[in-house]
């Protein structure tokens, strides 16, 4: 049977998609809502760590499976190889009704003034592709707001000094800081730095029917048993479903964009839950299947006008990808700090996200969410052992006295850095699958090393006895945190889409998730995202007439 | 011509019987010959077969409580058909045998059968609240939404979701149970704090030649208690329970060495900062810190009322005060005086030394 | 001696029910879903000097065995084939080395032996279809998740590691977050 044309398609029900459906819905648009995966519940996996989203060992809780997908990763020496989606090289983001904001961390971060404006702040970089965004952080600012109250944010408005202004506060209080982050706002303070609460898209208190937060240690990476935490798949999809204009369809992977002669976007082309092919029509087609998935939705929707895929007229689909590269240090302390109060992350120090000497951008430093047991198995100082009698004492004796402070350094995008789709290797529909190459900036690792540094040094003064860096930056991005695939801007030259994520000469076709940032900020990237989902839905609701875009 | 059709008539009726026989004998045999035989021959069932020989209820043979094929018409036939296919199709691991719910509450029929003492103080007391007790209480429903946690305490052996059970699931009612069959089914049955299979002591006289052999000064196990815990769906054994570490203000409270408080706490379990007296916890502070759950309260029932006389005969020869006059939960049960956090102080102005 | 027609019948039938049911249970020989019972041997000696056994429960007790048996059948099925060379090439290092099994090697020769195997030194002849150094990461990954692991994977069992790190599982934590007066009132009433 042929599918009803709607207004509107969005594919990808994550962080992006489902704001802008249920924007779209809410305003009358009929609306389809693509998932590849399906609802995820607390109960499929519950505190299983081995099949958690930061340990997918076992295979991946909220998506996709290892049976149907795969990516192909071309190493530095130039040879490729085929990864499965449990393997920490596929940049798994997660592929379920809400995709990452099920199991994510949940830091509710707005950029900063500067992370809009890199260029014009840091001057061009040398073998980079930094730029200025074509909106700022003021033309984001209601939508930040709207995200915070919408999908509710607890955190404490005017604790962090360097935050840009905002017209409201937090809906909720902050999260009590757990022992760790006790220590070390001390030590921070000593040092004449300004620790705040991290804002959290958490339930502190009782939020939009869903109860408070009871601190479970199997937080990030988990689903949450008391639904305290909050993700699309429990505020706006639910809201978008119950307008009555919007239909969901799970288990539905979307193959291609279909466009037409003179090219605009007509519908998609995808496989239903029975791997059967099937034509949805729609007025408007938005994108949200994150950086990578988007990337290679577009190169695979190939037609007349546009040969390379659907706005790569100009090859910059795919280009830039970015993620952050995690950076800091870890500390030994001589007493028990770890509380097993979850889910352990509650303090950031924002100090270094700019202006720091002969640096280009940096990041916020927070303490760590709790590592489980496997995970902290390969927690250890430089040079020592493995496996044998001193690595488990080190387990048995270390694992309530570690201090992790580290956080996510603003890379600086290259044009290397990149998807295409692989010629040969396909999925389980034949869909030529997403094929990652190039490496992070040569830059990045000199950012690193100056967070990391300025982590030791707090670590130091809290009273860690033994304290050593993890300096990131090498290799290849992408990760949960992928970016800037296809970049707006307002040359049509260098950049994908305008400012409100339309594809230039595709005035039909949207983006709406990271893949759109043009730099990726210093920060956890979901608040950004969600409110580049309102942002993006408010244009087209505003601008959309019925037939065409005013 | 008449005589082959008798022939064939006969020679029929003679191979039914030997079928018949060959059934009936089958079916007598594997319920009378012993479990090595049977049941536990298969390497599935040998580690609860093993567990069982030496539990309390090693003289009871197992369909006396997972039932016979026939017991019960079609239901029993077609279920224990399905757990022979499964065992020869796909030869599961004896780690991956679990008991349905279903089975759980056939099975807790059967331990009625014997235990009609500890069923009938079960059911009067606090713990045989059913899914629609639980699940449709309107004040708990208007102030809190349900959720995937619930399960962990209440239901811990239903195999669905939150979802499955009730409808809405919002602070908004009219409740109602989506799944109508279960509403009358209780949430903690026998085996959420039992295992069925599980070391017991031995049935046996004292030998009066060796005095460590009779009962006072015998090491009593009873190591049929243990949490069912849903996440992982096995039973804990007590010994296996973590005793968490309870807080009152900064102190470290002394909490009950019994191991049965290991249990208890599993669901009267304080917030995550671990005060004691925070959310549903009950660790005695005070007075009574240290003593154990039972030591008030009838297993079962939970019954307490007489518990005050165990230890405290009538007015004190010390300080002329009888407990059970004074201001606390035990005579007035809205009392601020908690017996669970009494303390010298909350009666007596001067601190007592 | 005389018996009735019925017990006759009953003994009968007990005869033939047997006959027809002692050779269906047979033929279960290795306890391992993957492993040999000699290949579950090398791999427990093996786990058990990367998690070995102190104060607290080491790989052994926690079977680890148990959990990577469990996972080549099912997340790990594309291990299958490298477990098996990987352990017959242990096996045949440990006898040219030893002139034993690797299982049978006391506790000095065993770690001395993966020392080498973790370096890559182990004589090459043996490993020509898998690498030494590959597989002795890959065996000790597993290993850590099998012991750190949860216990539903086969694993950790009783949660051996969370008690050895002082980790409560289960989290105790409570749920009743609201100023209810129900169970005080409904005692009231009594």
Known sequence: MKNKHVN?????AGAGGGIVAKELAVAGLSVVLFERGGWATYDDHNDDELISQRTTVLGNAFGPDDKRHRRVVVNSDGSTRIVLPSEGSYSNNAACVGSGTVSYGAMAWRFMEKDFTMKSTYGHVEGSTLDDWP???????PYYEKAEWEIGVSGESGANPFESHREKPYPMPPFAYNHSAN?????????GYSPFPIPMLRNSVRYGGRPACYRMRSCVGFACPVNAKCGTHNTVIPTALDSGNCELRTHCQVAEIMLDEKGRATGVKYFDEKDKGQIQTADIVVVSAAAVETARLLLNSKSKLFPNGAGNNNDWVGRNLQGHAYTGAHGLMNDDVYDDVGPGATLAIADFNHDNPGIVGGGVLCNEFTAMPYLFSKMRPPGAKRWGPEHKEYQRSQFKKLIRLHGPFQEIPNFEARVTVDSEVKDHWGIPVARLSGSRHPYDPTGCQYMSERAEEILKEAGAYHTWQRVGGRGLSGGQHQAGTTRMGNDPKISVTNKFGQVHEIDNLFIADG?????????NPALTIMALGYWVGDYIVKNWNGSKFK | MKNKIFRNIIRSLLILFVILIILGGSY????????????????????????WTASAHRDISCFKCHGTALENGWHSLSEKTRMVMRHIQNKPHPDDIRLSEAQIFETMERCISCHQTEYANWLAGGHSATYADILLDETHNTTEQLNFDCLRCHGMFYEGTIPDLVEPISQHGPWSMKDKKIADKPTMPCMTCHQIHSKGEPAQRPDYSSPNNIFY???MENNSLGFF?????????LANLPTPVILNGTDTVQTPADLVYRLCVQCHAPSVWHQAGSHDDRTPTGVHEGISCRACHEPHSNYQRNSCDKCHPGESKNCRLDVKTMNTTYFLPSSENDIHFVSCDDCHENQIR | METSRREFLRQLSLACGSVLFIPACAGYDSPWRFFSEKEARTVIAFAGQIIPADQDAGATDANVVNFIDKQLIGPYTRFQEEYRKGISAIENSAQKLFQKAFYELDRDNQTGFMEQMEAGKLPEEFWTEVNQRSFFNLVLDHSMQGFYGSPRHGGNKNYVSYKMMRLDYPHVLGQNRYESKCATAKLMEL
């Open chain 1, 515 to 523: 893949s759109l940032c043009v730099t990726n900020g210093g920060f």
């Open chain 2, 28 to 51: 007598t045999w594997w319920n009378a010959a012993s479990p090595e035989r049977t049941c536990a021959s298969c390497h599935e069932i040998s580690p609860s077969h093993t567990t």
């Open chain 2, 217 to 219: 000064s015998r090491n």
């Open chain 1, 135 to 141: 909106i700022n952080y003021f033309d984001l600012e």
């Open chain 1, 8 to 12: 509107a398609i969005v594919v990808g």
């Open chain 2, 229 to 237: 815990i849903r996440n992982e769906k096995i039973h804990f054994d």
């Open chain 1, 183 to 191: 220590i070390l706002a001390d030590a921070a303070k000593r040092l």
